[in-house]
């Protein structure tokens, strides 16, 4: 299966990434990375830290949007540390960032690769995706699944918006708008895997690289989430996309229409899912509610030990 990962990292996102590269089943053409949990140039530079962990110098990592379609760009140190990866000690990634734009390798791997063949696991605001999101683009895609937005969960960053959606709800709109085939992970589902201490103990007894320092990675992440819901560990969102590709059984969920608020400011990035089907406006998202997450736990623990 030929996926990118378009990615704002983040240590959920380098959970995400070393579950996809510990997964033969899986040809990572290349990471793309956008604005988000931090700037560009940190996303950039940590997405080649987190390949350089894995063992994994050869995959090719681009950079893209340092900024939101239209809004200024909204930013959570205040979760993921002043360096978006804190928790295990760092260093200089030796492995080069690829000269091309993010959005410009997006447009030619997907004219490149047969049609309907190349997926596109999305972990950050969407800015890449809509920019790159022409419509004889579109229709090549086979599917995109995505980390973002929430129904009964509401909201994270706000009372009503995700962070992924929230920073950028014009590229959100425009993605659900695309005809693309979608999967939608929403904080329904992401607040169901907790990285529980026995969990994160697990992952760490593997002793790989990756496995090493994601652990010091959730223990630093996870302290924001337990502190504010009070829980035993805190939602790893990001590799349920992943995991979806390898195990989609681990999953449930129900084909509903996607909407994003873009014009309330009080609203703004609400993703609006029509969960009881009252409207009559198109299905557009499979929208995943519930997950196995011991499964979840356990597919993640074995392909990081693989690293
Ligand atoms: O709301 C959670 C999402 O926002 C995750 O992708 C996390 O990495 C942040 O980007
Ligand atoms: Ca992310």
Same mark, same amino acid.
Request: hydrophobic share 45%.
């Given at each position: 299966?030929k996926?990118?990962?378009?990615?704002?990292?983040?240590q *959920?996102?380098a959970?995400a990434?070393?579950?996809?590269l510990g997964?033969?089943?899986?040809?990572?053409?290349?990471?793309?990375?956008?604005?988000g !949990?931090v700037p560009?140039?940190?996303?950039?530079? !940590?997405?080649?830290i987190?390949?350089?962990?894995?063992?994994?110098?050869?995959?090719r990592?681009f950079?893209?949007a340092?900024?939101p379609?239209?809004r200024a760009?909204v930013?959570?140190?205040h979760v993921?540390?002043?360096?978006g990866?804190?928790?295990p000690?760092l260093f200089?990634?030796?492995?080069?960032?690829?000269?091309?734009?993010?959005v410009?390798?997006i447009v030619?791997?997907?004219?490149?690769?047969?049609?309907?063949?190349?997926t596109?696991?999305?972990i950050?605001?969407?800015? !890449?995706?809509?920019?790159?999101l022409?419509p004889?683009?579109?229709?090549?895609?086979?599917?995109?699944?995505?980390?973002?937005?929430?129904?009964?969960e509401?909201? !994270?960053?706000t009372?009503?918006a995700e962070?992924?959606?929230?920073?950028?709800?014009?590229?959100?709109?425009d993605?659900f708008?695309s005809?693309?085939?979608i999967?939608m992970?929403?904080?329904?589902v992401?607040?169901?895997?907790?990285?529980?201490?026995?969990?994160?103990? &697990?992952?760490?007894?593997?002793?790989?690289?990756?496995a090493?320092?994601?652990?010091?990675?959730?223990?630093f992440?996870?302290?924001?989430?337990?502190e504010?819901y009070?829980?035993?560990g805190?939602?790893l969102? *990001?590799?349920?996309?992943?995991a979806?590709?390898?195990?989609?059984?681990?999953?449930q969920?129900?084909?509903?229409?996607?909407e994003?608020?873009?014009k309330?400011?009080?609203? &703004?990035?609400?993703?609006?899912?029509?969960?009881w089907?009252?409207s009559d406006?198109s299905?557009?998202?499979?929208?995943?509610? *519930?997950?196995?997450a011991?499964?979840?736990?356990?597919l993640?623990?074995?392909?990081i030990?693989c690293l």
């Amino acid at each position: 299966m030929k996926i990118i990962i378009d990615t704002d990292p983040g240590q *959920d996102d380098a959970a995400a990434i070393f579950l996809a590269l510990g997964s033969p089943e899986l040809e990572v053409l290349g990471i793309t990375t956008v604005a988000g !949990n931090v700037p560009l140039a940190l996303t950039a530079k !940590n997405a080649r830290i987190i390949c350089e962990m894995a063992g994994r110098p050869d995959v090719r990592v681009f950079a893209g949007a340092d900024k939101p379609l239209v809004r200024a760009l909204v930013t959570a140190e205040h979760v993921h540390g002043k360096t978006g990866l804190d928790g295990p000690e760092l260093f200089e990634p030796t492995m080069p960032l690829q000269e091309k734009h993010a959005v410009d390798f997006i447009v030619e791997t997907i004219k490149a690769e047969e049609s309907g063949t190349v997926t596109l696991c999305t972990i950050g605001p969407l800015t !890449n995706i809509a920019l790159a999101l022409a419509p004889e683009i579109a229709k090549r895609v086979q599917q995109i699944v995505m980390m973002g937005g929430a129904y009964f969960e509401q909201g !994270n960053v706000t009372p009503s918006a995700e962070f992924n959606v929230y920073v950028d709800p014009e590229a959100a709109r425009d993605v659900f708008k695309s005809g693309i085939p979608i999967v939608m992970m929403p904080l329904d589902v992401t607040h169901k895997v907790l990285t529980t201490s026995v969990r994160t103990a &697990r992952i760490k007894e593997t002793g790989t690289r990756a496995a090493l320092a994601l652990s010091e990675m959730l223990l630093f992440f996870e302290r924001f989430d337990e502190e504010k819901y009070g829980t035993d560990g805190g939602p790893l969102h *990001d590799p349920t996309t992943i995991a979806y590709l390898l195990k989609p059984e681990l999953f449930q969920g129900r084909q509903c229409n996607v909407e994003i608020e873009t014009k309330s400011e009080l609203t &703004r990035g609400a993703s609006v899912v029509d969960w009881w089907q009252v409207s009559d406006r198109s299905h557009n998202a499979l929208v995943i509610g *519930d997950v196995d997450a011991d499964g979840f736990f356990d597919l993640l623990t074995e392909r990081i030990a693989c690293l």
